[in-house]
């Protein structure tokens, strides 16, 4: 009985491992230098305004490291129109400045299990799957936790002040670029809805 139950656990074991060796072979590497093509990205941002609800202020995707688009705004109340604390406002609006911004490179290497996101500016991101780890990103500080859905990376941010952020990074071949689609939520202390920003991006090794 002794030897069939070791047997058994063995086997399992075995079928464990062979199940997680072909999920990882199935997940991209993101790893290389991208930049950011930005008619593609307009593109994407075009179909995605065009499939929602032209509702509150929209911040369309492009240019160099921030978010650009149209300004306005009913500035720092929630939805109910109550107004916040300033301090939480204003965090929340840098929440949303950063988790919207648009860097025109990405470069993305490898440490073991660690991917290494660096921005144009120099600004590092340390993206462990199944990790959940903390940065300060400009003047506040970032919960970052990561892992993989198939051959997806997501990437759930959330800021100090409440804005979270949810990335997922995808990979396509022939050509070689990363789409990266960023949904930005929890924006209500700046009077927003939530937001979806597409990001494409050139690249190789």
């Known amino acids: 009985m002794k030897v069939g139950l070791a047997v058994a656990l063995v086997t399992a074991v075995v079928a464990l491992t062979a199940r997680c060796a072909v999920s990882a072979q199935e997940r991209p590497d993101l790893t290389g230098s991208w930049t950011l093509n930005a008619d593609l990205t307009a ?54 400045r950063l988790a919207s911004l648009v860097p025109e490179k990405l470069t993305i290497g490898r440490d073991g299990a660690t991917l290494v996101v660096t921005d144009a ?8 799957p199944g990790k959940t780890e903390k940065s300060e990103l400009g003047a506040l500080t ?17 800021f100090e002040g409440g804005v979270k952020a949810t990335d997922r990074y995808s990979l396509t071949s022939e050509p070689r670029r990363l789409a990266i689609v960023t949904k930005v939520e929890n924006t209500a202390a700046v009077g927003e809805r939530a937001r979806t920003l597409h990001r494409v991006y050139d690249g190789g090794k």
Do not use: M, Y
Not at 72 to 91: F, H, L
Not at 150 to 156: E, K, S
């Open 43 to 96: 593109r994407a941002r075009a179909q995605e305004s065009a499939s929602e609800p032209s509702v509150g202020r929209r911040l369309p995707i492009g240019g160099s490291g921030g978010p650009v688009g149209r300004g306005g705004g009913r500035g720092p109340t929630d939805v109910s129109g109550g107004r916040r604390n300033p301090e939480e406002a204003a965090k929340a609006r840098e929440g949303v």
């Open 121 to 128: 500016s120099g600004v590092v991101t340390r993206l462990t």
């Open 142 to 158: 970032v919960e970052t936790k990561s892992r993989w859905d198939g051959a997806t990376l997501i990437v759930d941010r959330k």
